[in-house]
């Protein structure tokens, strides 16, 4: 049974550029979810798919939007880049219904 | 809506002594409380969970947990601090429709061992 992986580990990216992050979730799990860690601070939910639909989202503007695939495996794309979009950005997977989630070990992203 | 407020950034104990991590909740539902722990450079990993059977939670790695309603406080504990036990840990609180998920983690407590 693999366990969760994202995608690049690291990446760095200007202000005003745009990024999409991967993530591949565990055997048997149909739902994702996305949190935003910055420094220092507890992850945040930015959005979840369940079954290729998004599940709900968190207070996080539309330039951060995600898709989630038949294999169920989801990217997070976030456009227009700022600053403060500077984090780890962490994927979580479960089974529908189950309320424990199985984090990656993130990506660290770098906004110059 | 529900939030989360953890009681210390940094806590420091001795090997061997008692490890006490503060978490205290608000939510208008009937909550899930959990605990999380985080390594360097790594995902969180789930050390336990409350959903409402048992109020004292036992975990991975010798930690327990209560949820004390009165209170509102799901406090973490272990009897004996290991170095490994060396890590950040996250409260964290969903409401129970989310179906899992959607979870509002606290701020962290950053735990040092020393030996």
């Known amino acids: 049974e693999t366990g969760v992986t994202q995608s690049p580990t690291h990446l760095i990216k200007t202000r005003g550029q745009q990024v999409t992050l991967r993530c591949s979730s565990q055997?048997?799990?149909?739902?994702v979810s996305w949190y935003q860690q910055a420094l220092g601070q507890g992850p945040q939910f930015i959005f979840q798919y369940y079954r290729e639909e998004e599940n709900g989202r968190g207070n996080f503007p539309p330039r951060f939007s995600g898709l989630q695939f038949p294999n169920y495996s989801s990217e997070l794309n976030v456009n227009a880049l700022e600053l403060d979009d500077s984090a780890l950005y962490l994927c979580?997977?479960?089974?529908?219904?189950?309320?424990?989630?199985?984090f990656g070990s993130g990506t660290q992203l770098s906004v110059l | 809506a529900q939030s989360v407020t953890q009681l210390g950034s940094h806590v420091s104990v001795s090997e061997g002594a008692l490890v006490l991590l503060r978490c205290n909740y608000s939510s208008s539902v009937p909550p899930y409380l959990f605990w999380y722990v985080q390594y360097p450079n790594q995902g969180l990993q789930l050390l336990l969970k409350?959903?409402?059977?048992?109020?004292l939670v036992k975990g991975i790695n010798g930690f327990e947990a209560e949820f004390k309603k009165s209170e509102t406080s799901f406090h973490l504990t272990k009897p004996s601090a290991h170095m490994s036990d060396a890590a950040e840990y996250f409260c964290a609180v969903s409401d129970r429709a989310n179906q899992g998920g959607k979870l509002i983690f606290g701020q962290g407590t950053e735990l040092s061992v020393k030996p």
């Open positions: 979580a997977s479960s089974r529908g219904g189950d309320e424990k989630l199985f």
């Open positions: 055997s048997g799990h149909n739902t």
């Open positions: 409350y959903t409402s059977a048992a109020t």
